[in-house]
């Protein structure tokens, strides 16, 4: 969505959402807007924040679009706070939006559930890895390796450790 968004705009699109009963594929999450200088670093203007890098932090708006209002605008504020200046205590040159968005939208697999998931520490995304020797799927947490139940050990990047 490459638009300026209305808290008013946002509210028609969650009204109409509700009547469709599709509240469920909508969520908040937090755009950052760059200054020029950093625009033609990164080569756009518009991304959306993650936190920490990596992971995209995102409220889903059922089952109450209000709270999740609230609860975004919090996590909106933390981002602001967190990117000040710290010797001038200036606000960052960076924009920081709540902006409304397709779940389906985010493009990475590394995204949660912003508080719910966050306050119990950094959040634990897994991914499916299988095992080459015997094809069972394991659950594992980004970055790390893996033991299989058959024994086999795999390294970071899926391969099976010597000896395996
Ligand atoms: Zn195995």
Known sequence: MNIDQTKSWQDQII?????????GALCYVVEMRLPKYLEKK?????MIA???????PRVCLAPD?????RTASIMQRLMVMQHRDWL???????????????????????HYEWWAEWAGGYPE?????????????????????WTCGCGVQYDVEGLALPGY
């Open 50 to 56: 993650q936190h920490p890098i990596g992971y995209i």
């Open 15 to 23: 009204a109409g959402a509700q009547k469709k009963g599709e509240l």
């Open 42 to 46: 990164v080569g756009q203007r518009r």
């Open 88 to 110: 001038t205590g200036k606000p960052s040159s960076i924009e920081f939006k709540i902006m409304l968005a397709l779940i389906e939208d985010i493009q990475t697999e590394y």
């Open 65 to 69: 679009p209000e709270e999740a209002y």
């Open 125 to 145: 995304n897994t991914i499916d890895r299988i095992c080459s020797h015997c094809g069972q799927v394991t659950q594992v947490g980004r970055d790390r390796g």
